[in-house]
């Protein structure tokens, strides 16, 4: 069985350009979640789909982010335009379970640098 | 919100000893998880501990949970070069929409 994949594994790109990271979870999982590592402090929720329909998106920093799901399979974070505070570790997760009582499978982060 | 606090920041050992890490947290919680993160790697999941439970083990893994003292504890045993990593504590909370809330992590060094 696939694991959670996330594409692309580090991209570098300046100030104010715009820059989609894509998440597939492991088939089958309902559940996504994206979370961000920014560099030195602690990995934070941002949102949490159920197949395509947003459950919690309170983790979103500010209206410059956009997550999708369409057909609730693959998912996108798109930043547009970049700002250098965004720069981290985009984690994607899948589950089973909606309610937290399984774990996550985590994908291997997209690396964001901001410049 | 809750946040997990992992101590030590940082844990350095010889191979073969124990290491311990440690978790605190604020509020009520549903469950207790313990992750680890190989440099470059993703998160993978290590162990999930219940509210209504006090310890659980997975080989050489042993996590308490002391939910009067909002704190956890992770033991690796006869810990091996390839534990090192870093390690993170999250809980999951019906206050928090059960989203993950994460601590800073404990880097962990296993000397060979």
């Known amino acids: 069985e696939a694991g959670v994949t996330q594409f692309p594994s580090h991209s570098v790109i300046e100030k104010g350009q715009t820059v989609t990271l894509r998440c597939d979870p492991i088939?089958?999982?309902?559940?996504l979640y994206w979370y961000r590592r920014v560099m030195g402090k602690e990995i934070k929720f941002l949102l949490h789909?159920?197949?395509?329909?947003?459950?919690?998106e309170s983790g979103m920093p500010n209206n410059r982010f956009l997550a999708e799901r369409t057909g609730g399979t693959y998912s996108t974070l798109k930043v547009q335009p970049a700002e250098l505070e965004d720069s981290g570790v985009y984690f994607c997760?899948?589950?089973?379970?909606?309610?937290?009582?399984?774990?996550?499978?985590f994908g291997p982060g997209t690396r964001l640098t901001v410049t | 919100s809750q946040q997990g606090e992992e101590d030590p920041q940082a844990l350095s050992i010889q191979e073969g000893e124990n290491a311990t890490m440690n978790c605190s947290y604020k509020?009520?919680?549903?469950?207790l998880q313990w992750y680890r993160q190989n440099s470059g790697r993703g998160l993978v999941h290590l162990i999930l501990i219940r509210s209504n439970e006090r310890e659980k083990h997975s080989g050489r893994l042993r996590v308490t949970l002391d939910t009067s003292k909002k704190s956890s504890s992770l033991l690796i045993t006869a810990s091996r070069a390839a534990d090192t990593a870093s390690y993170f504590c999250a809980t999951a909370s019906m206050d928090s929409n059960y989203q993950l809330i994460w601590g800073a992590g404990t880097k962990l060094i296993i000397k060979p």
């Open positions: 997760a899948s589950s089973q379970d909606e309610i937290g009582q399984l774990e996550q499978y």
């Open positions: 789909f159920v197949k395509e329909s947003k459950q919690d």
């Open positions: 509020t009520s919680i549903n469950n």
């Open positions: 088939s089958g999982h309902d559940n």
